[in-house]
């Protein structure tokens, strides 16, 4: 198991543990802080987007900044129909874990086919 599977399930299960025991805002701050358990509130449906996000992670993964400034070339790439899953399968990746880049990357196409319409259009 990789340390930060055996991190994620101590965190899990402590706050299993502190869920039963206290109810949000009994714990003091002091507590709160030196335990990551206790600012860990998740409900069932953002565990699961959670551990989908984990399931996916893939090694040598990208950063936000990372995928970000290849987005230009990834979007050049998916606007033409050329393989961008196999030419940058990181950033493709990044793309599927993350919401944020996700959302700048689609308004991203919609503006490059928007252009290239207005190209062939001319």
């Not at 543990?17 to 714990?27: E, F, I, M, N, V």
């Not at 606007?79 to 944020?100: F, I």
Request: aromatic share 4%.
């Amino acid at each position: 198991m990789t340390n930060w599977q055996a991190n994620l399930k101590r965190i899990l299960a402590n706050h299993k543990k502190g869920k039963r025991a206290h109810r949000p805002g009994q714990r003091d701050a002091e507590t709160r802080q030196n335990d990551p358990a206790a600012v860990l509130h998740l409900d069932d449906a953002a565990m699961i987007k959670l551990m989908h996000c984990l399931s996916m992670t893939v090694e040598g993964a990208c950063t936000c900044a990372e995928a970000y400034a290849m987005m230009d070339q990834y979007t050049e790439l998916v606007a033409s129909d050329e393989q961008a899953r196999q030419l940058m399968p990181l950033v493709k990746n990044h793309m599927d874990m993350c919401p944020d880049c996700r959302e700048e990357f689609e308004i991203l196409l919609k503006i490059v086919h928007t252009e290239n319409a207005d190209s062939a259009e001319r």
